[in-house]
């Protein structure tokens, strides 16, 4: 699910970012924490989050944001 990341797994913070979620049935949720990151899965969630700052840096750089 694409949640604001609080830095988990090594996302900066306020970067909205596809998380692994815990639902508890009522409405609420929390990004499950504590798998082990490989280097290749390490390496992917780099590359995305890259992509994805640069994205807003270019929306930002456009005052859309």
């Given at each position: 699910?694409a949640?604001?990341?609080?830095g988990e797994y090594?996302?900066p913070?306020?970067?909205t ?7 508890d049935?009522k409405?609420?949720?929390?990004v499950k924490?504590?798998f ?6 390490a ?8 992509e ?14």
């Amino acid at each position: 699910m694409a949640v604001t990341s609080n830095g988990e797994y090594g996302v900066p913070a306020g970067l909205t970012f596809g998380f692994p979620i815990v639902a508890d049935g009522k409405g609420g949720w929390k990004v499950k924490e504590g798998f082990e990151i490989n280097e290749f899965a390490a390496d992917k969630i780099k590359v995305t989050t890259d992509e994805l700052i640069g994205e807003r840096d270019e929306v930002q750089a456009l005052g859309l944001i």
